[in-house]
């Protein structure tokens, strides 16, 4: 014990250059660990922008792109499922719910998705969390929209406000179904899922806003208005992908078989878990990317530490050779150096912890309401205590280099006292 309190004396009396090296290991710490909660919160956020739902069919394509168009957003389908081949899945026993989706059309850059009533009730995200409204209410009339959360925020959308949709999926189209004007009947609230980003409205409605064109364009010399539209039959003849929720799991595979195998028509089935995990090996490459820059920024707070005890070395070989002369060996003298290391590097951990906690606690409402980003606070995971121990050894480590070269100081000038 006498050691450890001889190196908490030393550093006492050397408090502001201690503190300093302090705050730079626990800002690096802090920047470390907030990395890595952002990393597994950022992770947590992918994998759940879809949940509950046990099935995604789409027309026959890969896996990963059917995924990226049908919840992303990202990307145009190869083709689309026939109203029939749709209504006949559907019917089948094991099937619980299911919400069609419609692609192919946009607004002021944004993606316009047809769908019915029951998409607000069944799609889930984030541990089976339900889509609420921060304003209005899901559409009931043919002309009604529901916006998501960034669409309404970037154009200052209201309830009641009028728009119009585009054809196609580019940021600027100049093929616009102005003669049919939709009103925003609902707001969603922030999900951070690319239901921030979407316009929602009905399957008919895409129908009504369509039934005067053929091949992408306008028919010519066809026109039927707003008003008129109402008294056709809106049924759809296609849709572009569609979400299954089962009544059993153990469904889940076998339907997911006799989609893959449909006679009529090429059709594709996946597990949105399982698909959301191979894009995340594409996608997760970054993680190495900032887990390597931490490292460095940790790795440059340590050698900060090192050069603050080698630069005051001289200056305390005085003390060192007070020390000698009161009975201290140079192992003694070894012990106080790498007992400063480890009392430095300790400090700094604690404090980066506490700092760490006490921003999350701060700003985690106002990350998961801005960016749908959900950073929990719970404590360190294995991983993490394993990365505290590495650092805390490393700062050991780090402090043998000042404590070897004391060490050589304290034989010198102990051979010197003697003579």
Known sequence: MIIPRLALQSLWSRRITAMLTVFAIAVSVMLFLGVEKVRTGARASFANTISGTDLIIGARTGA??????SVFRIGNATNNITWTSYSEIVKRP??????????????????????????????RFRRHQALTFTS?????????????ADVASALGYKPGDRIIIAHGAGAVSFMRHDDKPFFVSGILAKTGTPIDRTVHVSLEAIEAIHVDWRGGARIPGVSIGAEEVRRVALKPRAVTAALIGLKSKLAIFKLQRFINEYRH???????????????????????????AVSAMVVLTALIGMVTMILST????????AILRSVGAGPGTILGLLLS???????GGVVFGCLALYA???????????????????????????????????????AGLLPALRA??????????VRN
């Open 340 to 346: 400063e290391a480890l009392l430095l590097t300790i």
């Open 94 to 123: 094991e099937i619980a719910w299911a919400v069609p989706l419609s692609l192919g059309d946009s607004h002021r850059g944004f993606r316009v998705l047809g769908t019915t009533g029951d998409y607000f009730k069944h799609y």
């Open 64 to 69: 990963i792109q059917l995924l990226l168009y």
């Open 313 to 320: 070395l001289n200056e305390r070989r005085r003390e060192m």
């Open 265 to 291: 028509e090429p059709l594709l089935a996946i597990l949105p878990g399982v698909a959301l995990q191979e894009l995340w090996q594409l996608v997760g490459q970054a993680e190495i990317a900032l887990g």
């Open 407 to 416: 060490y050589r100081l304290s034989l010198a000038d102990g051979m010197l």
């Open 136 to 148: 209005g209410k899901p559409f009931g009339d043919l002309f009604d929209a529901v916006l998501g």
């Open 359 to 397: 921003t999350l606690f701060a700003i985690r409402g106002y990350i998961d309401a801005e960016f749908g980003l959900y950073l929990a606070v719970d404590p360190p995971s294995m991983r993490e205590w394993g990365t505290l121990l590495i650092i805390v050894f490393g700062g050991l480590i």
